[in-house]
Structures are given as C-alpha cells and as structure tokens.
C-alpha cells in the first residue's frame, strides 16, 4: 500500500536558513501553487525575481529553484534519473548499505538533500526516510515523490511508496532501532575544489551553516543503528575517530561502512 504523502505545513519546517528566498510564478499559469507554497515555506511571494537572485519557481505542476542561470530540478522519474538508476555507481551505493537478494534494510536518510540517492535506494528496494533541514528542499522533496507516485513508470511509483519526507533536522531524532544510517553531508574539500559544479554551489548557498559533517557523525554513533554509511569525496579523510570497518570507492566518491556489532546498538537503547 502506498505510504500517505507528507503535507507540509509552516509548523513542520524549521526556520530558513537562508533568509531571503522568494517564491515566485511561472509567466502565464496559475500563481496559486506558488502562493500556497511561499505560505508553506514562510517566504516572500514575489511576481517575478531577477535570475541571479536565488529564488524558486513554481508553477501548476513543476518547481525549480534557480540561482546565476543555474536551474535545478528534483525529478524522480526524469530521464537523467532513468538513466542513473541503471548506473554502476549504484551497485556500490547498494552494496554500502547492505542490499541483498534477501535483504533492503530500513534506511535513514539524514541529509536527504536532492534525494537522488535516496530514491536510488528506495527503488532497490529499501524503505527510505528522507530527512532535510533546509525547508526550501524538504518542500521539493515532497513535491518530486508526490509526483513520482503519479509516474508513467511503475518502477518510479513503487520506488515513491517506499519514500517518507521529513521536514527536520536529524540530529533532532532518533532513527528505529537496527536501521542504516546514510550521511552525504557538505564539506570544505568539495568547495575547494578547482571546478566546483553550479548545483554544489546553489546547494551551499541554501545550507549557509559549513561543514556540519563532524556533528552529524557525533549523532549517527549515538544511534541504535545496523550501519551507519558515510559518502565522502573519493580522497578525503574519513569522518569521526573511528576506522571504518570497510570503503567502497568509485571514480570520484567513496563509502565508509561502519557495521556496528549487535552489543553496540543494543548499548544505545
């Protein structure tokens, strides 16, 4: 059965941490979307905002948000998104987290951010909870599965069923009891770095806090938690004190695995 989408309401989001971030309309359709949504989010409606201005669009069916000519979309069933679920990447994504033949763990996706892959995971078969802080993100999260379980594709709408938005900070919850952790928080290497991508660049612009990646690891040990599994820039250092127990490396990205014995996650309850 599928699972009820999230309403998102004012009262679910924590406050912005971008401050200004208008809303604006599609030219020629329907403003009442983009009304309901800046209501939602506790931003400013505007009629129209100058394209270096970050800002998000929406329309009757469709959103974006848009910074220097950059547009980045969250669709789920787009043909990037087709494509990439049958990438060699996500074998080892999948392989990080655990999924078997016999086994989709339960995943807590505590920085959902564009849920790419998130919904990787969820169409291989895991039940995941996409947590996002960024009020602007959680909204288009929302948005993206609602609109995934309306997909022409039914692998997009049972990989939909098997997603939950949270409106949140993770560090502010406790994650069920033998999940796996996801972390893919934003660090100081991926800014440095010589051809940082625009979408990157808009990404930081909404989370305006730095690296949080240390205090995200702190809560993740705390947890009673299966595995926890970190995705790191392929040559960085790994997060925290501990080793972890192994990594999957790509051409670009890496996964620290920290499979946490039995004894371990009964001590946090």
């Known amino acids: 059965m599928a699972s009820q989408a999230m309403q998102t309401t004012a009262a679910d989001l924590p406050p912005s941490p971008s401050g200004f971030l208008p809303v604006v309309p599609v030219q020629g359709e329907s403003p009442k979307r983009a009304q309901a949504a800046a209501e939602a989010l506790g931003y400013p409606y505007l009629p129209s905002?100058?394209?270096?201005?970050?800002?998000l669009?929406?329309?009757?069916?469709?959103?974006?948000?848009?910074?220097?000519?950059?547009?980045?979309?969250?669709?789920?069933?787009?043909?990037?998104?087709r494509h990439r679920r049958r990438g060699g990447q996500?074998?080892?994504?999948g392989r990080a987290v655990g999924v078997k033949a016999d086994r989709q763990p339960q995943v807590w996706d505590a920085t959902g951010g564009l849920g790419r892959d998130a919904f990787v995971l969820a169409d291989l078969g895991c039940q995941v909870t996409l947590c996002e802080r960024v009020p602007v993100l959680a909204w288009l999260l929302n948005?993206?599965?609602?609109?995934?379980?309306?997909?022409?594709?039914?692998?997009?709408?049972e990989a939909a069923e098997r997603m939950n938005v949270l409106a949140a900070d993770s560090r502010l919850h406790r994650?069920?009891?033998?999940?796996?952790?996801y972390l893919d928080p934003m660090f100081p290497e991926r800014k440095k770095a010589a051809a940082v991508k625009k979408e990157a660049v808009l990404l930081q612009r909404l989370a305006d806090t730095g690296d949080d990646g240390e205090d995200l690891w702190q809560w993740a040990w705390q947890q009673s938690a299966s595995r926890i599994v970190v995705k790191r820039p392929a040559r960085a250092t790994?997060?925290?004190?501990?080793?972890?127990?192994h990594s999957l490396t790509g051409k670009s990205v890496r996964f620290d695995v920290y499979v946490r014995p039995s004894s371990a996650v009964d001590g946090q309850k």
């Open 175 to 181: 994650v069920p009891e033998g999940a796996v952790i």
């Open 238 to 245: 790994a997060l925290g004190t501990q080793s972890p127990s």
């Open 49 to 55: 905002a100058e394209p270096s201005t970050l800002h």
């Open 90 to 93: 996500n074998e080892l994504l």
């Open 143 to 157: 948005a993206a599965r609602n609109a995934a379980l309306v997909s022409g594709y039914d692998q997009v709408r």
């Open 57 to 81: 669009v929406v329309g009757e069916m469709d959103a974006w948000l848009v910074l220097d000519g950059t547009t980045v979309r969250l669709q789920f069933d787009s043909a990037a998104m």
